[in-house]
């Protein structure tokens, strides 16, 4: 008995171990494709073409999204301790809020905003969340600030992140409405790709015995992971 109790217990933390460093891969692999840059390939494409190209911008827009580590970090944060699908569902919508208007506001009126500043912000926006599952600011402050506004405020600058790669690019007048709607909604079939497999791996993750102790340590490397993409953005700043 004691032996077969053992060798569960074992299995179940080996299963643990497992899912845990399928996260790490996961986000690793992500980090090396990228965050809001657009590939050589892709910029020469969205130069080179005029007038309404509905698909491919819906293509961009979902590879952006599945290869942006900076969204992934983010949303796997804003997850981590939501079990109903009715509160994913709120803070996803109030994230792709944010992101979707000020993508399609910045690339309309044109703001001119400093991508290192914006992308060191959304580093942060990684570091806050991670202290927020981890109880920081409860401990530290004996508050807990409103998650809703900050996930819909951290949207906006996820999205205006975005905005300054695109107008980098100079997409063409013709078609330009359309052609933006159809790279958010990309956006948005990539984020619910992702989100897919964030929650079916937190979802094993969450049945083994060891997600309690495992969630600390996995969110101090997520604000580890934070605190590097701010100093490599303020880093490229100083350097720009």
């Known amino acids: 008995?004691?032996?077969a109790f053992a060798d569960g217990r074992s299995w179940r933390s080996s299963r643990a171990t497992a899912i845990l460093t399928?996260?790490?891969?996961?986000?690793?692999?992500a980090t090396a494709a990228g965050a809001h840059n657009v590939t050589e390939g892709d910029a020469g494409y969205i130069q080179e073409i005029w007038g309404v190209n509905l698909i491919p911008f819906m293509y961009l827009g979902a590879k952006h999204m599945v290869t942006g580590y900076d969204h992934?970090?983010?949303?796997?944060?804003?997850?981590f301790f939501l079990y109903k699908m009715k509160d994913v569902a709120i803070y996803v919508s109030l994230f792709a809020l944010g992101h979707s208007t000020t993508m399609l506001m910045g690339v309309w009126f044109g703001w001119g905003v400093n991508a290192y500043v914006v992308d060191a912000i959304i580093g942060l926006s990684v570091v806050y969340k991670a202290l927020d599952n981890l109880g920081a600011y409860q401990r530290w402050f004996g508050v807990q600030p409103n998650t809703k506004v900050a996930t819909l405020i951290f949207g906006f600058f996820h999205g205006?992140?975005?905005a300054t790669k695109i107008l980098d690019y100079n997409i063409a007048s013709d078609g330009l409405l359309p052609n933006l709607l159809?790279?958010?909604v990309g956006v948005e079939i990539g984020q619910i790709m992702a989100l897919a497999v964030i929650l079916i791996v937190m979802g094993y993750w969450r049945r083994t015995t060891a997600f309690l102790?495992?969630?600390?340590t996995a969110?101090?490397?997520?604000?580890?992971?934070?605190?590097i993409l701010v100093g490599y953005q303020i880093t490229g700043f100083f350097l720009a």
């Open 1 to 3: 008995m004691h032996s």
């Open 22 to 29: 399928a996260l790490a891969a996961t986000t690793l692999y």
């Open 72 to 79: 992934i970090l983010f949303l796997l944060g804003v997850v």
């Open 160 to 162: 205006t992140g975005l």
């Open 182 to 184: 159809a790279f958010n």
């Open 213 to 216: 102790r495992q969630a600390y």
């Open 219 to 227: 969110n101090v490397v997520m604000m580890t992971m934070g605190f």
